[in-house]
């Protein structure tokens, strides 16, 4: 049998570039600061899914919430197999929580239609909450997989999960469809893949086609009328579409959304207080490294009880 998988990921800024700037005084990630990355674990949600349907078949299809540039994430997940993507993408879902943003992300997945599993990656790397996952299964009505580490067996319309539990792990059935959050642990995500890279690199969405269309006026200081751009846009909008190439994007409307649920109007976490915490050394200790500093080291670890 067949199956329809949907992933939901997320574009995230890379941690290895955190600076004192990262945040805005609203208590709010300012994401042009910092180089974004697909979300690691997203990556073993995406991969868990193009196994399945590579064993059993299928479709799987990506979705993603954020800002136009996001539409990179999603020409990654092309390169790695993703079958359909589409971008969520409106100034209205800004500065959302993770309830507004697990509210729109259930109606994406109401306006893809029919679908067997949602993949969910365990924890996003910049809010480190783990809740879209379960918000999104519960606004749906689904039962739910959370910190699966191994998908065990699907079958006869039900999967079989392994899932971590402190201290331990444990075995868990349940019908389709369902949700599942992927962990580190589950699998090894595949490499882009060379053909595929050369076959999705100019896939676009409707917004970067036209900044690039725009852009690309103004550097040949080409006197183009406003309908004259409108009309090639318009031709470069079906050609990439025939070419499957063209990226959907999705607003509000699209959505059949409610805009007091989404963005910051829907999201009741504020950010009270914001400290900039500064690290720097009060003391240090050089250690020779000969057998006498050595056994200096071990004996200080002794002492303040690091080894026994």
């Not at 004259?228 to 607003?251: K, N, S």
């Not at 050595?294 to 004996?299: G, T």
Request: proline fraction near 6%; aromatic fraction near 6%.
């Amino acid at each position: 049998m067949a199956y329809h998988y949907l992933v939901l990921v997320k574009q995230v800024p890379d941690p290895k570039r955190v600076t004192g700037q990262a945040m805005t005084d609203e208590g709010v990630v300012d994401r042009e600061a910092l180089p974004p990355i697909f979300n690691p674990e997203d990556l073993n949600a995406l991969e868990a899914a193009l196994a399945l349907r590579d064993k059993f078949g299928g479709k799987v299809t990506v979705l993603t919430m954020g800002p136009p540039m996001a539409a990179e994430v999603l020409r990654e997940a092309l390169y790695r197999g993703a079958d359909a993507v589409a971008l969520v993408t409106d100034k209205r879902f800004a500065r959302a929580d993770t309830l507004a943003t697990s509210y729109t992300l259930c109606q994406a997945i109401r306006k893809v239609g029919q679908f067997d599993l949602v993949f969910c990656g365990r924890q996003a790397i910049d809010g480190d909450t783990a809740q879209v996952g379960p918000q999104t299964a519960e606004k749906l009505n689904l039962p739910q997989i959370t910190y699966v580490t191994e998908i065990v067996r699907l079958e006869n319309d039900t999967l079989v999960a392994k899932r971590e539990i402190e201290g331990g792990y444990e075995i868990v059935a349940s019908p389709l469809p369902a949700l599942l959050t992927i962990t580190a642990a589950a699998n090894i995500p595949r490499p882009p893949n060379a053909k595929r890279l050369l076959q999705f690199k100019k896939a676009r969405t409707p917004t970067e086609l036209w900044e690039e269309l725009y852009r690309a006026a103004r550097k040949q200081k080409r006197n183009i009328s406003q309908a004259d751009l409108e009309q090639t846009y318009a031709q470069q909008l079906q050609t990439w579409e025939e070419r499957g190439l063209l990226i959907p994007e999705w607003d509000l409307e699209d959505l059949n959304a409610d805009p007091d649920r989404c963005g910051i109007r829907g999201s009741p976490t504020l950010v009270s207080k914001i400290e900039r915490v500064v690290l720097t050394p009060t003391q240090f200790q050089a250690i020779e490294p000969t057998e006498e500093g050595i056994r200096h080291l071990l004996r200080d670890l002794r002492a303040q009880h690091v080894l026994e």
